[in-house]
């Protein structure tokens, strides 16, 4: 694991089990959180941090499956890790269609947990990472005009600029004055630069 110092929260009624599996991320260098309760965990300031849930499925304040429900709902989600003592197919096929990175049986095996940890942590790296890069690339549009927006929808729909011209009343050489001053703005230097750019984007153009 590379970068910003991932943090995972363990939630497990059972102390002794979430004493063991702090201990096991300790042995691994991740930081975590412990927490008794689905409330505790919902009052607790997650900090800027990547990371993920190493959740019990039966609680006692509110069952696992449902608060990855709310999670998902609210789109507060970190990637969860699910684990039981009592567990079953129906409930395993539920957890993992609604995002889980696994479900696993108690006792659970320290290698198998570990590098569920490690691929829950990676994926919250790249939705975190895509997150960023959305602000970023909607930030440099809500920059452009009302022309270069137009300019630049035409360009995403494969227009050349006689064509956008054409569509926007405008003169070809209006349209290159336009574009060249938006794709300044984009901070791009080419075309295909463009189109990669605001792939994330191209719904909200």
């Known amino acids: 694991m590379t970068g910003e110092a991932p943090l995972v929260l363990i939630v497990d009624d059972d102390a002794s089990v979430r004493e063991a599996l702090a201990d096991l991320l300790r042995s691994a260098s991740v930081d975590s959180v412990s927490f008794g309760s689905t409330g505790e965990l919902l009052n607790f300031q997650h900090p800027d941090r990547p990371g993920c849930i190493v959740l019990d499925v039966q609680l006692p304040d509110l069952n696992g499956l449902t608060l990855q429900e709310q999670l998902n709902a609210n789109r507060r989600s970190l990637p969860i890790i699910f684990i039981t003592g009592f567990g079953d197919v129906p409930t395993s096929v539920r957890a993992m269609k609604a995002?889980?990175?696994?479900f696993l049986s108690k006792p659970v095996d320290a290698d198998e947990l570990l590098a569920a940890v490690d691929r829950a942590i990676e994926q919250d790296r790249s939705s975190r990472a895509d997150a960023r890069r959305l602000t970023e690339v909607s930030a440099?549009?809500?920059?452009?005009?009302?022309r270069e927006r137009d300019v630049l929808r035409g360009v995403s729909s494969g227009l050349m600029s006689k064509q956008i011209a054409y569509e926007l009343g405008l003169t070809e050489i209006t349209i290159k004055v336009h574009r060249a001053s938006?794709?300044?703005?984009?901070?791009?230097?080419s075309i295909i630069e463009l189109i990669r750019l605001i792939e994330p984007v191209r719904d909200r153009l």
Do not use: N, P
């Open 182 to 189: 938006m794709m300044k703005k984009m901070r791009v230097g």
């Open 99 to 102: 995002g889980a990175i696994d």
């Open 140 to 146: 440099l549009v809500e920059g452009l005009s009302t």
